[in-house]
């Protein structure tokens, strides 16, 4: 490490960050925290309350602190594109765009202006460099419950050597206990679970508002055409859905597709749920540059998900095909592919 170098530390006002940032003043750096502001919630890692927590913590290690207004570039860039995904009858996920471009976007370009040596984050993911391949490496962090690599494939392969992440070799219990001996307030303080600027979960009634469009009851149907029921609106409903239906059915039906075109929600059996093959677009590779072969893999189509084997083919256009050995249960337009070797992120996109 250089003398002086110094290190720009990403503060949620939780007890990832705030260990994070003493982990690094353990190496040596010289550390400013930042908090973004992005929306005006009571709780999250966009919230004043955060930025509070984050002003307190970066006192009690006596570091100086920073509250980034990016509430406009985040509406535009990651709260539009949500609403707009969700009413193309796709599933998006905005913690994979925030990362991409908030956390690891605007927060890089921060990193640089104020000649920051690293952006340093509260991740569960690790960066390393292999000397064998003459590049830094995308990793999987090693307490598997708690890993992040998944939410983190859209990073920039030219970004790794800036990024860091102290969690990455260590379990949520070693990082709880070590804010505890620190005398940290937030040492027990929860974890956020829910999309930041949709706290109750209640993804339709936000994009209603949001817009300010409505949408209508419309038919729920089997794949023939069948009609089961009146929907109480297709925003409302995501592939694998089974509850909160509102139908009387002899026996358990899921939502396997959603026809925007025709206002209609299509119902089938668990078993039909399973498919073997996804088409993913806006790619981004990590590991390598983009694959010109098809390659075999491991890939996975949730974040808690296990990964599954899988041969992944390039296509003209741009896209990949990627195909399971096992079928995979409730692919989702919208959400991610991120493809895997060993503890090793490839890369991923999006699912067509």
């Known amino acids: 490490m250089k003398e002086n170098a110094k290190a720009l530390i990403a503060m949620s006002g939780g007890v990832d960050s705030s260990v994070a940032l003493h982990l690094m003043q353990k190496e040596g750096f010289d550390c400013l925290g930042v908090t973004m502001k992005l929306y005006e919630i009571e709780s999250g890692c966009a919230s004043s309350s955060a930025a509070n927590d984050g002003a307190a913590v970066a006192a009690h290690f006596g570091i100086p602190f920073e509250v980034l207004d990016y509430s406009e570039a985040f509406r535009c860039e990651v709260m539009d594109s949500f609403a707009e995904t969700y009413m193309a009858g796709k599933t998006p996920n905005p913690c994979i765009e925030c990362n991409a471009t908030m956390k690891f976007g605007r927060l890089m370009e921060c990193r ?4 920051c040596d690293c952006l340093v984050t509260g991740h569960y993911a690790r960066v390393e460099y292999d000397e064998e391949k003459s590049r830094y490496l995308l990793k999987k962090g090693l307490d598997e419950t708690k890993d992040q690599s998944y939410v983190l494939y859209r990073l920039k392969a030219e970004d790794l050597p800036f990024i860091r992440f ?22 027990k303080k ?16 936000f994009i209603e508002k949001y817009t300010g469009k409505s949408f209508p009851e ?3 149907v089997t794949g023939d055409g069948t009609v089961l029921g009146t929907h109480k609106g297709i925003i409302r409903y995501t592939i ?3 509850k909160g239906l509102g139908l009387s059915l002899p026996a358990p039906l899921y939502v396997c597709e959603k026809r925007m075109d025709t206002n209609q929600v299509v119902l089938c ?7 073997d093959t996804l088409y993913a677009e806006a790619l981004n590779w990590i ?5 010109k072969e098809a390659f075999h893999c491991k890939a996975k189509v949730r974040y808690k998900q296990k990964e599954a084997d899988a041969y992944v083919e390039p296509l003209p256009d741009g896209t990949v095909k990627v195909v399971f050995t096992e079928p995979q249960r409730g692919i989702t337009p919208g959400q991610a592919v991120v493809f895997y070797e060993e503890d090793i992120v490839l890369g991923g996109g999006r699912i067509m």
């Open 287 to 291: 590991a390598f540059d983009a694959p």
């Open 190 to 205: 929860k974890d956020s679970q829910d999309i930041c600027f949709v706290p109750d979960g209640d993804y339709a009634s």
């Open 240 to 242: 694998g859905q089974r």
């Open 166 to 187: 102290p969690l990455g070799k260590y379990s949520k219990s070693e990082i709880r206990e070590i804010a505890e001996n620190l005398g940290l307030f937030n040492a």
């Open 269 to 275: 059996s668990n078993e039909e749920l399973f498919t």
């Open 218 to 220: 419309g038919e729920f």
């Open 112 to 115: 640089a202006k104020k000649d």
